[in-house]
């Protein structure tokens, strides 16, 4: 069976994230903390999801700054609480204050440099470690297709080792579960789908596979090494012999390194025209990374991500 539906042309890019937005919208506005949002771009997604009922931004920068940028891309202030604080590294433990103060249930970017925000958060005494490492997951929608597809890690761990994968597999699977769907079906991306002892990748999946049979990973269906038409292709899979239950079928797609993984996110959203939201998993609240480049609407999408799974981690915790 394939994840391409025979009446695949209904499913645009935004079906997946519109039927998120509806839902986050409904379940009721999560409070975040919008660190350093003193540009226009950042301030203005923060706001467009607290119209759409999704997040309570709490904005945390120099007030000076974000009146400014609010003022010259005319957007309205009111009623949206401001934490003052004079650089983007104060703002990260300013948000990080409110977290444990239970003010906010998750971190987002604003205008300040993705280093300086994760910097604050992996610190031993930031408070936010958990006992899994920190990863990030891409969600897209792709045209076509009725499920999302999820790529990990592309923003985070650069060259990861095999524990470090098991816990980006492990937090994947967590999230895909936290946003409502099914037990998801996991593919360990190579170049080929036998073991070969020159590329490193394929010995990595073979092991997470073997992990996943005894428990160590849960939640989900998972085989590698797996090549990405095969992966995602029922076609490609059955020509290829490839008898298993994720083969051609793949909801989550693990990516070897950063460097592939931004390789096929970015060719998916540039020659694809896939949208997409992004979120950092493993910490006690979910981070929402934004770019810079990124539109009003690749923000909201991540932002209906970051509401979903914070919800979600509430319950967990009771």
């Not at 920068?61 to 609480?81: K, N, V």
Request: charged residues 15%; proline residues 5%.
């Amino acid at each position: 069976m394939s994840t391409v539906a025979p009446d695949a042309a209904q499913f645009t890019n935004r079906t997946i994230f519109d039927g998120l937005i509806a839902r986050a919208s409904a379940l009721g506005a999560v409070p975040y903390a919008i660190i350093w949002p003193c540009e226009a771009h950042a301030l203005a997604g923060a706001l467009q999801a607290a119209e759409r009922g999704i997040l309570v931004p709490v904005l945390v920068g120099d007030p000076t700054l974000i009146s400014t940028a609010a003022q010259e891309a005319g957007l309205s202030l009111a009623g949206h609480r401001i934490v003052e604080a004079a650089t983007p590294a104060l703002a990260v433990k300013r948000g990080i204050e409110l977290v444990h103060g239970g003010e906010v249930h998750g971190l987002a970017k604003g205008s300040l440099h993705t280093d300086t925000l994760m910097h604050g958060v992996v610190a031993q005494e930031s408070g936010l470690r958990t006992g899994r490492r920190m990863s990030h997951v891409f969600v897209m929608g792709v045209a076509g297709r009725s499920e999302p597809v999820f790529i990990t890690d592309a923003a985070i761990n650069i060259t990861p080792d095999l524990t470090t994968k098991q816990h980006i597999v492990q937090n994947a699977i967590d999230l895909h579960q936290a946003l409502g769907f099914d037990a998801p079906r996991v593919a360990i991306l190579s170049a080929v789908e036998t073991l070969n002892p020159k590329i490193q990748g394929t010995l990595d999946a073979a092991c997470l596979s073997k992990m996943a049979e005894r428990g160590e990973i849960t939640g989900g269906l998972i085989d590698g090494p797996l090549a990405l038409d095969g992966a995602v292709d029922p076609t490609a899979a059955k020509i290829k012999n490839l008898t298993s239950p994720v083969a051609g079928r793949a909801q989550i797609l693990v990516v070897p390194d950063l460097e592939a993984g931004n390789i096929v996110v970015k060719a998916l959203s540039f020659l694809g025209q896939a949208s997409s939201g992004g979120i950092v998993l493993g910490a006690s609240v979910p981070v929402l990374l934004t770019s810079r480049a990124d539109s009003i609407e690749a923000r909201l999408d991540s932002a209906a991500l970051g509401a979903l799974y914070a919800r979600a981690l509430k319950e967990q915790a009771g």
